[in-house]
């Protein structure tokens, strides 16, 4: 009987493993600026956020790692506390990817925010999302990442400068009618409940102003008058600004009376009933801080409220406060 041929059935490959999808732990940014704070149909953080945590959970491959925010925050200047942690995060890997609103609240200034896009997430490996814009780097073609997103970063810093001189020329037009601006009205002071634009004596505060000059006019050192305040546990202006809800900083809470602080307010012309205002600058755009400006470009509008301290005290006051600095 003949052999027959055994049938070799050829192996078939085995199924491909299906890639497991990668899942990224994404963390959501939101920012508020300076400028934005009460414009009419501005943004809020609470939005944002919610907007941003809405998106993450909606995504297959993300799972939400946390939510970074800087309120009052210039987009023009990157040293924000909310976004250095969202860096440092991403830098140590437990972020790998980022989601904000829009580009704008991730940042202003063209080429920091270029730097970051485009080179170091690269780098680190986080993948970059912009709700708004429908941007998401892990599927962005050449032509939307080379054009589109260095197109909308000059936009935004465009759109920082010309909102920051707006808002300077509006603000040093109210200064110069003697109107208030600050957020906090000066020690001794309050805002005027029909128009916060105007300041009174705070009966709560305005006589421990007066107590500050007596004590000073009698030849207390600066530092004597506040170790006495605070043994008389009044609270210091930052602590009673905190206590009161107008400063919501932890820092405030324990903040106590201290000789600078004495110095600033016996040398306060404010307390003669002058608007003294613009003592100080800081450019949003540039992104620099508060500097002293000389006192020939202060904007001072004489008699715009009631007087604390009568002006021979005050005088006699600014005298011994002289004297010291010659004596030192």
Known sequence: MARTKRKVNPLSPAPEKQKEQRIYRAGGYARLSVEDGG???ADTLQNQEELIFQYIK??????FAGMYSDNGQSGTDFRRPGFER?????????????VVKDLSRFGRNYLETGNYLERLFPLLGVRF?????????????????DCLIPLKNMMNEFYSRDIS???????????KRGEFIGTWAPYGYRKRADNPRRIEPDPETSQVVREIFDRCLLGAPYRQIAENLNRQNIPSPAKYHYLKGEAKAARYENAVWKPPIIKRILSGEVYLGHMVQGCKRKSFYEGKGQRRVPRQEWIIVRNTHEAIIPNDLFEKVQKIMEEKRQYR
């Open 39 to 41: 414009r009419a149909g």
């Open 58 to 63: 909606a995504q297959p491959d993300m799972a």
């Open 86 to 98: 969202l860096l440092s995060d991403a830098k140590s890997g437990k972020i790998d990817c980022i």
């Open 129 to 145: 999302v912009a709700v708004a814009e429908g941007f998401d780097s892990l599927t962005a073609g050449g032509d939307e990442g």
């Open 165 to 175: 001189r707006k808002i300077g020329s509006a603000l040093a037009l109210r200064q």
